[in-house]
Nanobody, 124 residues
């Protein structure tokens, strides 16, 4: 599975962005899909995840209520709608695919496929 993330950019605090991650190759619907982010000097962290069928989602406490993850298995794409952005959301955002786990995991090693990352910068 190849993943291509897009949609990042430079915005002001309070603005919104929508990230997309398009998959090619493999069977998209077999994968739990997640978004991670990594800020300078910090470890990569799990931001959000969505189950294979889309019926279950996970959000980190820091983004709950502001971010929404969704997927369209017909289009092989996962999205991350980010509202009310804050400067602390500034990071490189990565989409990742986990074909093996039964549920969401924050362990990067569980994800077999990664997108190239898209930069999100939120100015105050």
């Amino acid at each position: 599975v190849q993943l291509q993330a897009s949609g990042g950019g430079l915005v002001q605090a309070g603005d919104s962005l929508r990230l997309s991650c398009a998959a090619s190759g493999g069977t998209f619907s077999r994968n739990i899909m997640s978004w991670f982010r990594q800020a300078p000097g910090k470890e990569r962290e799990l931001v959000s995840g969505i189950s294979r069928g889309g019926g279950a989602t996970y959000y980190a406490a820091s983004v709950k209520g502001r971010f929404t993850i969704s997927r369209d298995n017909a289009k092989n794409t996962v999205y991350l709608q980010m509202n009310s952005l804050k400067p602390e959301d500034t990071a490189v955002y990565y989409c990742a695919a986990d074909p093996q786990s039964a549920t969401f995991t924050s362990k990067s090693a569980s994800y077999d496929y990664w997108g190239q990352g898209t930069q999100v910068t939120v100015s105050s």
